[in-house]
């Protein structure tokens, strides 16, 4: 059942808190506004006409109630029926669907609904489509000879419908019957203001064609004809003439041959004819008043259509023959007796042909005796109606409504106690309003008020309305539901409502008075014998058929049997019926007078709720246990709230339902388990177990978003780190790729000059052009000591003088190479240049670079350009990187020293534009990001090995290493802390988080203000300290009170009077403290905790309180209770709770060692004080100071 999730109120009215007419009718107007037209009682639809087309049906809607049990989907019509033809299919069992409401509450529509619903999910076939086929066809026929527009609804059904669907083996329809009741025939000659006829009538002035109309000897226009209403001829919505067609091809499907359909509607047409038949006074010789016919032409043009004697008709319309013994007396009728019998035949007549419809459709849709068949019955019937002037027609309703409300109460009651008795659970006796006596007073064979009608109908003598209702008035006068003038003048009562020609009835549904006036007439329903023999002579076959007791062979003396006598045995056969029969309920309401959509009326429905006595069925359906549900369904939907059948379960259906429950500590006074299902008597429990399935799942539903935002993380982590390393892979390749090229065009361009120097030397050393200008200051340096160091040198003679840049350049560069690798002394100046050395040095270099040493014996002199340049510096910035992490500090000075005067003396300029584009411009940037990253994930990394335990007491937490991540160790501490706490909260049982609620509640009330509290901390609330669960003898303490004891325990009053103390039991409940005798087994003074205003209490050791009492309540008049209690920590904190539960407000709790106690009318003064002992044991001492002071010692 969806019970509360995502529905607009209450969708099972048996759940509804708190059960009053007012909380019905605003839960049923919350959900009409929000178009929620369907609410369940049980099993029982309540339907709301939404005077508008609603998107809930159609096949889709069909298919979707198809596949589901009553209460997994919204409320609906379609659940109900599936219910009941399952049923009947399924379990064999024979099914009534009872739609029952006010004009204008939907019931036609409802019972289209059902049908259509039926013929859509039962069986296939030819066969089997052509019977679905004229069961629904049989609707439109219906409604246009037995429905009519009246002030409340433009589609009333005046006549009550029973059909019977009957099935076969397989659930497929065979046929069925349908019975009617009641027709209001009285409709046919006269409408009230605002009404109209039957509406074949109108559909057939408007649809017909020509040729039919003129051979009916009709006009079309409606003003035409006297018992049609001139102002109201059409109806808003409905086309007159396009539903004359559907009623055509509707008749043609049942099975209506053409010839029948011309002869109903001649029928027909008789009717309206009748109704201008003009009489006009007459004379007799004797001067006797009588009457005839104004015009004759409609009398003729009547007997040319039906094939009667004009002179025949005329005579039984204006004369009656009264038959006796001996002759035969004919009686002249004036001309209001005359327009009775006119309109009389006309009403019969239209009776009788609806009648014939009825029993034609039957033949159409009837099933062979021989087969074997299951019955749905569909019951289409007006409500219960009070009118202004209430006549037989409401009587005869009303006692319709009566004995089906009797019917419902008692199928309920049986179904209920089956159920029960099914299951296994214990019936108690329900009581409900038994109408059986308002039943009885109207259907009794012998005193009943049919019978009492039907006498005075039959009796010879003076017979009238008035000597009717005299009858009733002596036979009931002391009848507890019956009323009228007479009884209440008898019992000096004045009610000037009450008219002298009337009675009233106390029905269920409330008090009707009823007009005695036509009671007698509308009983009788006589038609003069004359007219029934001049129809029967018609040549006209179906009027002739319609007026059997006209043909002089079945003449007979004996009168026929009243309408009330008729009516109560249909409903005696209707109830049979429906008694054999497993009954399924539509209550239908209908929301406005208007017809308008969205409006609700809320007097208006009201009244209709105790019409259809919606309030007694939800007190009978309440009686035991409010709701029930199958063990597996139960299960599927709550096992989420017990860790033992979450998420698995793998054992039986009830013994998990029963973990599920135990789990959750309901009380056990509010469960049932029968053999199949779970009984829970309380809605409070249902919507308790919703509340924590809703909890439970926005638990659920967060760790699902976690899992997953995890496992996408973790995901993308995974595929970014896998491009990563592909990216690194080919960038490093690359790299590498790039750098190689480098090393082996510089290897290849050294190559090349010490080749062309080889060269060079052993063609005589011819010199270099000079170079151009240089520093003067360092040139003379550099020439000596190159030249000096040539001449020392014996086995390389000097080449030829080198330019002066290139010349410095090498000496700088070889001069660092040797500092570096730690050849020479720089100290000293011990630099040796010559070409040798300078040929060991290169082979030095190469060897640097980590390839193999391809340099000749002599190195040459490099020319300064732009290459050489790009040469040296790329060389040494290699070998600054591979060799300066193994080399001193020296070394690396060295090697700029080189790089900067290379660069200056090997055009600096030019070189500083090709180098600069090998550095990022953001480079401090990007260090600097890199060093707090490397920081921040060492400090997080020695986080992880450093956590605390996990004890949530254990508050200690790593320093930051850095005052930089001060800010954001102060939160991760906090994350940390409040992890701890969520885990430690998980591992507790829900009866451990009431008790730490309980002690959250009592530091919040007495957290350094009273004394003893720090000594009730650690010991944990036990609520009985007397016993009162193990004991019998002490459960008799707890009476009548309701709920789980929440605190029981022995205290001390302390006598107001006196100062004197006396023991008694106190009670803490959910709703009341009571305090009883310790000797005796009874209440002795029973509190409600609204009546408690508040609570004083002292900041010492003791256990002294007083309980301070609303003056307005019953016990608070008595005055206030000054009391002692050992436990007054865990007393006074489980009151405050229960108080703010049971009156949702903060129960006043004062700390104070000077208050009043009230007692009566006067107050005594209460002040505490402490003893030499300063309240060590909690010992206290009363004495009484005058009549108005009481000092405690403590």
Known sequence: MTLLEGSVGVEDLVLLEPLEQGSLLKNLQQRYEHKEIYTYIGNVLISVNPYQQLPIYGPEFIAKYRDYTFYELQPHIYALANVAYQSLRDRDRDQCILITGESGAGKTEASKLVMSYVAAVCGKGEQVNSVKEQLLQSNPVLEAFGNAKTIRNNNSSRFGKYMDIEFDFKGSPLGGVITNYLLEKSRVVKQLEGERNFHIFYQLLAGAEADLLKALKLERETRCYVYLNRKVSRVDGMDDASNFKAVQSAMAVIGFSEEEIQQVLEVTALVLKLGNVELADEFQANGVSASGIRDGRGIQEIGEMMGLNSEELEKALCSRTMKTAKENVVTALNVVQ????????????????????????????????????????????????????????????????????????????????????????????????????????????????????????????????????????????????????????????????????????????????????????????????????????????????????????????????????????????????????????????????????????????????????????????????????????????????????????????????????????????????????????????????????????????????????????????????????????????????????????????????????????????????????????????????????????????????????????????????????????????????????????????????????????????????????????????????????????????????????????????????????????????????????????????????????????????????????HTANQELRQLFYRWKCKKFRDRLSLKQVENLREKLCASELFKDKKASYPQSVPIPFRGDYIGLQGNPKLQKLKGGAEGPVLVAETVKKVNRGNGKTSSRILLLTKEHVILTDTKKSQAKTVIGLDSVAGVSVTSFKDGLFSLHLNEISSVGSKGDFLLVSEHVIELLTKMYRAVLDATQKQLPVTVTEDFSVRFKESSVAVKVTQGPERGRNGKLSCKKTGSRCLDVTV
């Open 338 to 965: 005359a327009q009775y019998a006119r309109d009389a035949l006309a009403k019969n007549i239209y009776s009788r042909l609806f009648n014939w419809i009825v029993n034609r459709i039957n033949e159409s849709i009837k099933v062979g005796t021989g087969e074997k068949k299951k019955v749905m019955g569909v019951l289409d019937i007006y409500g219960f109606e009070i009118l202004e002037d209430n006549s037989f027609e409401q009587f005869v309703i009303n006692y319709c409504n009566e004995k089906l409300q009797q019917v419902f109460i008692e199928m309920t009651l049986k179904e209920e106690q089956e159920e029960y008795e099914r299951e296994g659970i214990p019936w108690t006796k329900v009581d409900y309003s038994d109408n059986g006596v308002i039943c009885n007073l109207i259907e009794h064979n012998q005193r009943g008020i049919l019978a009492m009608l039907d006498e005075e109908c039959l009796r010879p003598g003076v017979v009238s309305d008035t000597t009717f209702l005299a009858k009733l008035n002596h036979l009931f006068s002391k009848h507890t539901h019956y009323e009228s003038k007479v009884t209440q003048n008898a019992q000096r009562q004045y009610d000037h409502t009450m008219g002298l020609s009337s009675f009233r009835i106390c029905h269920y549904a409330g008090k009707v008075t009823y007009n005695v006036n036509g009671f007698i007439d509308k009983n009788n329903d006589l038609l003069f014998r004359d007219l029934s023999q001049v129809m029967w002579k018609a040549r006209h076959p179906l009027l002739q058929s319609l007026f059997p007791e006209g043909d002089p062979k079945q003449a007979s003396l004996k009168r026929p049997p009243t309408a009330g006598a008729q009516f109560k045995s249909s409903v005696a056969i209707l109830m049979k019926n429906l008694y054999s029969k497993n009954p399924n309920y539509i209550r239908c309401i209908k929301p406005n007078e208007h017809q308008q959509r969205g409006q609700f009326s809320s007097e208006l429905v009201a009244i209709q709720t105790r019409y259809l006595g919606l309030l007694e069925n939800v007190r009978v359906r309440r009686a035991g246990y409010a709701y029930r549900q199958g063990y597996r369904p139960f299960l599927e939907r709550y096992r989420l709230l017990s860790r033992s059948t979450w998420p698995r379960w793998n054992g039986g259906d009830r013994e998990g339902v029963e973990k599920v429950v135990g789990e959750l500590s309901l009380s056990s006074e509010e469960l049932a388990f029968g053999k199949t299902k779970i009984f829970i008597r309380s809605p409070k429990t249902l919507f308790h177990l919703e509340e924590r399935r809703r909890l439970r799942l926005q638990q659920l539903a967060t760790l699902i978003q976690k899992t997953y935002r995890g496992w996408r993380c973790r995901t993308h982590y995974r595929l970014m780190r896998k491009s990563q390393i592909l990216i690194s892979a080919w960038f490093r390749g690359n790299m590498q790729k790039k750098r190689y090229g480098k090393i082996k065009a510089s290897s290849l361009l050294i190559q090349a000059f010490v080749r062309g120097w080889k060269v060079m030397g052993k063609g005589g050393g011819a010199s270099s052009p000079p170079m151009g200008p240089c520093p003067t200051w360092f040139l003379p340096d550099c020439a000596s000591c190159w030249e000096e160091r040539a001449a020392e040198s014996e086995s390389c003679p000097p080449p030829g003088p080198p330019g002066v840049r290139g010349h410095v350049h090498v000496c700088v560069g070889f001069w660092v190479c040797r500092c570096v690798s730690g050849s020479v002394d720089a100290r000293r100046g011990d630099v040796c240049l010559c070409p040798g050395c300078v040929s060991d040095l290169a082979t030095e270099f190469c060897l640097l670079l980590g390839g193999p040493c391809s340099l000749p014996t002599r190195l040459p002199l490099l020319s300064p350009s732009r290459t050489v340049s790009a040469l040296y510096l790329t060389v040494f910035s290699v070998w600054v990187r591979n060799r300066t992490p193994s080399r001193s500090g020296f070394g690396l000075l060295c090697l700029t020293v080189y790089l900067y005067v290379g660069s200056f003396l090997v055009c600096p300029c030019q070189a500083r534009k090709d180098y600069r584009k090998y550095f990022r411009s953001g480079a401090a940037l990007t260090l600097a990001n890199f060093i707090y990253k490397s920081i921040t994930r060492k400090f997080l990394l020695g986080l992880k090995d450093n956590l605390p335990s996990t004890n949530i007491l254990d508050k200690t937490w790593p320093a930051a290493p850095y005052k930089c991540f």
